[in-house]
């Protein structure tokens, strides 16, 4: 079944030119001309990812971000923004659980394409992820319930975190997880086609010093600072 995406843009050009590139990627996409008109459809209907639009009449990016995530947790959020509103689009992805934010006017549209598909790969793993949780909740209720051994609890957890950990490692896109100081956790199997590093050699490292581009090096140091 194809992902949903709802587009939220109250100029019908970009409207028109956003729904027809993701539709062409195989999404099934739903337009809305304003904030208002997006949380009402949204509310309706969920979808799998939203695609906003941060200055809007009646209600604005920030706001339909935030109905979003009340109505839909799970669900991931693009945020488009015009430079002179990017302070506000990094707020809301630092603080209210955006997804990425892009800068208008999009100058390559695969550059949106590309952050969909990242945004909708992160949402499949957290459904899962959720539903593996979901069913150890159960299982534990019914362990409690028939008092079978806490090894056998301890197993079904094992189970289950080492098929999370697969599904990661799955993943076609590179998936990092950093310390607060930008030390790299865990890598998955992808991050040795984006880095040339196994993953075994990422661990440990500081992200943006395996970067051998010193601007870009600079560039993400300064945007995780």
Not at 8 to 26: A, H, K, M, N
Not at 117 to 134: F, K, M, S, V, Y
Not at 155 to 160: F, T, V
């Amino acid at each position: 079944m194809a992902a949903s995406i709802l587009v939220v843009d109250d100029e019908p050009d970009i409207r028109t030119i956003l729904s027809q590139s993701l539709q062409i990627e195989g999404y099934e996409v739903v337009t809305a001309a304003d904030g208002r008109e997006a949380i009402d459809r949204f509310n309706a209907s969920p979808t799998d990812l939203v695609v906003t639009d941060m200055r809007m009449p009646n209600a604005d990016g920030l706001d339909v971000l935030r109905a979003v995530k009340a109505r839909s947790p799970l669900t991931e959020v693009i945020v488009l923004t015009g430079y002179a509103t990017l302070k506000n689009a990094v707020a809301a992805l630092k603080n209210e659980g955006a997804f990425h934010y892009l800068a208008k006017p999009l100058e390559d549209i695969e550059e949106l394409l590309t952050t969909a598909r990242n945004a909708l790969e992160r949402q499949l793993l957290r459904r899962q992820n959720q539903t593996l949780l979901d069913r150890l909740r159960e299982k534990n209720l019914a362990l409690e319930a028939e008092s079978v051994s806490v090894k056998a609890a301890q197993a079904d957890l094992e189970k289950a975190l080492n098929r999370y950990a697969s599904l990661v490692d799955a993943i076609p896109s590179g998936v990092l997880e950093l310390t607060p100081d930008g030390t790299i956790h865990y890598a998955n199997a992808s991050c040795h086609t984006m880095f040339g590093l196994q993953p075994d050699t990422l661990k440990g490292s500081i992200v943006y010093e395996i970067l051998s581009d010193p601007e870009k090096r600079k560039e993400l140091r300064s945007y995780m600072e």
